[in-house]
Structure formats: structure tokens, C-alpha cells
T-cell receptor, first 110, second 115 residues
């Protein structure tokens, strides 16, 4: 079992729909990142969370430390949101490396 | 303030050649991380460096791969005697200090194709 599991693996939705991507992890963490990667493109850090909730524009990220679970929400989805969304965690054991989920491929249809 | 700069963006090498990938961190960032993304797989940690020091290389293959971050100039990921299985996207990331409470900034990636 991977340390970081994401669901769903693939998600197709109509423009305007509310999107939720989930991330569960099995280790103690000090921080969780949500990343966005466009096809053939670089990686953009969307959020870094250690507790609670963060919002940026139409994106909202939440984390529940006790349940070892985080969600990324997109409101009023748009075709330009189509990308792979990756959850990554930093262990609480002091090392600096990130462990990544395998990503959720999101496609928004106009 | 330029972001994390990686070059080359795309590199084609024949089996047995050497590949050198460069990463210039964001200005003021002294911590560099290299990650590899194999085709249809997730990202995997390779190595964490500070200026002139390798802090954690637990994700680096034992042979043919090396990394450095000299006092002056970019960080270099070097792959000797490349094989087809080295074909992947290699991402560099930087942070101003140990990640701790800091976010991390990624480069655009270097896509290595071994033919």
C-alpha cells in the first residue's frame, strides 16, 4: 500500500461543476502539499497545509490531521483547470523529502 | 524574481552517453531537491542538497547518478552511461531554507529521452 493514496485517479466533469479530489496518507506528517501539473508542463504548488483550511480563488484545500485525510475542491470548474493534481506529504520525522500520490487527472469539458 | 530555472528542457541521449541537467534555484534559496517522474508513474524523491553539501541522497540510484550544488553556479544532476530506463522527467525544486514551514517551488522540468 502506498503511503499516499489519491482518489479518484481520473475525473471528467462538465464546466461549472464542483470538483473534489481526495488524498489519504498513512504516516505522520508535518505538511501536505497540493500540486498542479499540466500535460508536458511544470509543477505548480497550489497549497501547503499543516492544519485546517486554505482558500485561493476558486480553490479550497482542507486537511484533517486526525483522520490523515485532505481534500482539494474546485468551485465553478473551468476547462483551464484540466490538469493532473498531485498530493504530496512531508514526513514528521524530520527529513525533507516529499512523498507523492500518483495524481488525479482532471478533465473539464466545456 | 525569476522562478526555478531548469535546462535543458528536453534532452536526447544515446545509450551510454552522459546527461547533465542543470537547476538554478530561486534567488535567495539555498535548498535544492531533485525528483524524477517516470512515464505513467508518480514523482519520486532523488536527492536533497544545500550549498556544497548533499543532505539526503536516499532516493538516488547507487550507480551512474550523482548530484552537486556548488558554492557558485547551478545544481547539476549527472547521469553517466544512460540507459533507456533513465528516460523520464527530472524536476528540480527549491526552498529558502529547510522546507519546514516553507512552501516549495518547482522548475519546469527536464525531459530526458534515451534512444
Amino acid at each position: 500500500k502506498n503511503e499516499v493514496e489519491q482518489s479518484p485517479q481520473n475525473l471528467t466533469a462538465q464546466e461549472g461543476e464542483f470538483i473534489t479530489i481526495n488524498c489519504s496518507y498513512s504516516v505522520g506528517i508535518s505538511a501536505l502539499h497540493w500540486l498542479q501539473q499540466h500535460p508536458g508542463g511544470g509543477i505548480v504548488s497550489l497549497f501547503m497545509l499543516s492544519s485546517g483550511k486554505k482558500k485561493h480563488g476558486r480553490l479550497i484545500a482542507t486537511i484533517n490531521i486526525q483522520e490523515k485525510h485532505s481534500s482539494l475542491h474546485i468551485t465553478a470548474s473551468h476547462p483551464r483547470d484540466s490538469a493532473v493534481y498531485i498530493c504530496a506529504v512531508r514526513s514528521s520525522f524530520g527529513n525533507e523529502k516529499l512523498t507523492f500520490g500518483t495524481g488525479t487527472r482532471l478533465t473539464i469539458i466545456p | 524574481n525569476a522562478g526555478v530555472m531548469q535546462n535543458p528542457r528536453h534532452l536526447v541521449r544515446r545509450r551510454g552517453q552522459e546527461a547533465r541537467l542543470r537547476c538554478s534555484p530561486m534567488k535567495g534559496h539555498s535548498h535544492v531537491y531533485w525528483y524524477r517522474q517516470l512515464p505513467e508513474e508518480g514523482l519520486k524523491f532523488m536527492v536533497y542538497l544545500q550549498k556544497e553539501n548533499i543532505i539526503d541522497e536516499s532516493g538516488m540510484p547507487k550507480e551512474r547518478f550523482s548530484a552537486e550544488f556548488p558554492k557558485e553556479g547551478p545544481s547539476i544532476l549527472r547521469i553517466q552511461q544512460v540507459v533507456r530506463g533513465d528516460s523520464a522527467a527530472y524536476f528540480c525544486a527549491s526552498s529558502p531554507q529547510a522546507q519546514g514551514g516553507n512552501t516549495i517551488y518547482f522548475g519546469e522540468g527536464s525531459w530526458l529521452t534515451v534512444v
